[in-house]
């Protein structure tokens, strides 16, 4: 069973860091492509980071580019977002969501994943 446990979450002020977590199990984790999503109160969800574990491309939405770095460790199992400059736009419920085959066009539909875990609130105060 694909499990995914998303941690981290928590109130930071702008311009501060977090650092989150996604714990994968029950898949390989080499094959898979594992995202990062957010949904902020009455919003849609929206891709925020995505790794290919299968050819190690990374992809990140254009509003976190050189603030948010995705990674992997393939030894733990987890991928982990470390997000940098926080501001209060970035406060959300973020997810993880592993799919084993996502075009890189459709990197950030949230649709195209199967597997998600449970979310973890983010909150930036100004």
């Known amino acids: 069973e694909v499990q995914l446990q998303a941690s981290g979450g928590g109130v930071v002020q702008t311009g501060g860091s977090l650092r989150l977590s996604c714990a994968a199990s029950?898949?390989?984790?080499?094959?898979?492509?594992i995202g990062w999503f957010r949904q902020a109160p009455g919003k849609e969800r929206e891709g925020v980071a995505c790794?290919?574990?299968?050819?190690?491309?990374?992809h990140y939405a254009e509003f976190v580019k050189g603030r948010f770095t995705i990674s992997g460790d393939n030894a733990d199992n987890t991928v982990y977002l470390q997000m940098d400059s926080l501001e209060p736009g970035d406060t959300a419920v973020y997810y993880c969501?592993?799919?084993?085959?996502?075009?890189?066009?459709?990197?950030?539909?949230?649709?195209?994943?199967?597997?998600w875990g449970r979310g973890t609130l983010v909150t930036v105060s100004s």
């Open positions: 969501a592993a799919e084993w085959i996502v075009a890189d066009p459709l990197i950030f539909v949230p649709s195209e994943y199967k597997h």
């Open positions: 029950g898949f390989t984790f080499e094959d898979y492509v």
């Open positions: 790794i290919n574990k299968s050819d190690g491309k990374l």
